[in-house]
């Protein structure tokens, strides 16, 4: 069953039905997520599947794609940074069942089921789970040109100083 885009779905009555809907979901459209970002420009690509977790219990996969633009934390640049995620949510249809399970870093992650789930905090949460801590460019632009500008002079000098001995 394919539903349209909606921009809230029944928790349970998504999953129990198979229910999919796909789309794209425009950056800037995330608010806490966008603080994150170096360019809220651009979008995602998003993904909802209601399913059934292995003990039979109604679920969500959540799947989003898409290329971030982070900041770097050693320059400051804009980092692109690629996302590609899925996760299984396995519904529950209070807090108190969530707390009751044991902690246990293999069983799937838990969401508090609502006949209004909004598809956008889904989507966001999953993006900002996906973010690096503190990223940095592998090499950084800027740090590279500056150390180029500080070699040279210094090169030159020494060359001098070479030649008056
Ligand atoms: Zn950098």
């Not at 069953?1 to 789309?23: C, K, L, R, T």
């Not at 420009?41 to 989003?64: C, F, I, M, N, W």
């Not at 996906?130 to 800027?142: D, K, S, T, V, W």
């Not at 500080?150 to 001995?165: D, E, N, V």
Request: hydrophobic letters at 40%.
């Amino acid at each position: 069953m394919f539903m349209s885009h909606q921009p809230v779905i029944d928790g349970f009555e998504f999953a129990s039905a198979g229910a999919a809907q796909q789309g794209a979901w425009p950056l800037s459209g995330f608010a806490r997520l966008r603080e994150l970002l170096a360019s809220d420009a651009g979008e995602v690509g998003y993904a909802l599947q209601g399913t059934r977790d292995a003990r039979g219990r109604p679920s969500l996969r959540v799947s989003v794609s898409g290329t971030l633009q982070l900041r770097c934390q050693r320059c400051l640049e804009p980092m692109p940074f690629k996302v590609q995620a899925e996760e299984l949510l396995v519904l529950a249809a209070t807090q108190s069942e969530i707390d009751a399970e044991p902690a246990d870093a293999s069983v799937p992650d838990r969401v508090v089921a609502g006949k209004e789930m909004a598809v956008r905090e889904l989507i966001e949460d999953q993006l900002i789970l996906e973010l690096p801590y503190a990223p940095r460019h592998e090499f950084c632009n800027g740090l590279e040109t500056e150390a180029d500008a500080s070699i040279s002079p210094f090169a030159g000098l020494r060359g001098l100083i070479q030649r008056k001995q």
